[in-house]
């Protein structure tokens, strides 16, 4: 029976808390600041970083209440259509995967795998896949897909937010930054939110990175999923009023998925000086931004910077 269905397959590898990693880095300045990574690539082989976070409540609730088809978005790249592949399959629970470009005679190896864990995989062109927000076009698929469950892109949804704002709690030291790339909003949501529910003040800076051209659209976002965001599962606590939070947009090397060749040779170097891996859709972005603001003492001397390394090495693959 579908009742019986429960999360084990994938929790049984599932390493939490992740571990603070403190790294030194030979950048400029870098000796004026003690910086820290919260190692979140280290939680699962295939269902790392924010993408565990960001779905294991969502598919608790499927499993719940007997979802046998989910029904999601994401890029011939995504780290979330691979992580939440390899988790319908583990579930048996069908997966519609909706993927922006026409990869049919030249699959990227994280396609491949969605194939292999036997997605059913849809490719749209990018006119088609800019309405995966639109209540017309979603209202048309599920008519397409009855009773599916629909994931928005990247996982962020409200149950999301519950999901990422577990890291709060799980922290072993105060810290004056917590840096995250922001690609759909829901890893910086998720912050904020479990920023907001400590019973005291965190006094924790909170910035994202930008992976894309979105200013303003990814404040958005992000406001969007915290006026909707679901209580957390654990006992909730006065919240706090506000976290203080921005989004840095200066670093998205013109776009989702763009990077310059000095971006790739960082990754790389980074890679090879501190065995951390890093690709440069996300996590290179990130960790450049910071190195780049310690250049220019953008940060309190003496200050306590986290990183948090979300996972996912999808950009990364040939």
Request: charged letters at 15%.
């Amino acid at each position: 029976m579908i009742n019986t269905l429960s999360l084990t397959p994938i929790i049984q590898d599932i390493s939490l808390p992740s571990p603070e990693q403190q790294i030194f880095p030979d950048w400029e300045y870098a000796n004026e600041y003690q910086l820290w990574v919260k190692r979140d690539d280290l939680i699962h082989p295939i269902v790392s970083g924010n993408k565990w976070r960001k779905l294991r409540y969502t598919l608790e609730q499927a499993v719940s209440t007997g979802v046998r088809h989910i029904v999601s978005f994401g890029g011939g790249h995504s780290n979330h259509l691979h992580a939440l592949g390899y988790a319908c399959n583990s579930l048996n629970i069908k997966l519609t995967a909706i993927v922006r470009g026409h990869f049919h005679s030249n699959l990227t190896p994280m396609l491949q795998d969605l194939v292999a864990w036997q997605a059913d995989v849809q490719f749209v062109d990018r006119k088609t896949y800019q309405l995966r927000d639109d209540k017309t076009y979603l209202a048309s698929l599920a008519q397409q897909y009855p009773n599916a469950m629909f994931i928005p892109e990247g996982g962020s949804s409200e149950f999301a937010l519950a999901g990422v704002a577990d890291i709060i709690s799980e922290l072993t030291q105060r810290y004056d930054y917590l840096l995250t790339p922001v690609g759909s909003g829901g890893t910086l949501g998720g912050l904020i939110h479990g920023a907001m529910n400590q019973p005291e003040p965190l006094h924790t800076k909170i910035i994202g990175i930008a992976v894309l051209k979105g200013d303003g659209y990814l404040e958005e976002l992000v406001g969007k999923l915290l006026s909707s965001r679901a209580t957390l599962p654990s006992q909730v606590i006065t919240p706090q009023p506000i976290a203080d939070w921005h989004i840095n947009h200066q670093f998205h090397f013109n776009g989702y998925a763009k990077a310059s060749p000095e971006l790739h040779q960082f990754c790389q170097t980074f890679n090879e000086a501190l065995s951390i891996p890093i690709e440069p859709v996300y996590s290179g972005k990130l960790f450049w931004a910071v190195k780049e603001l310690m250049a220019k003492k953008a940060f309190t001397a003496g200050s306590k910077i986290l990183l948090l390394h979300t996972g996912g090495l999808q950009g990364a693959r040939e």
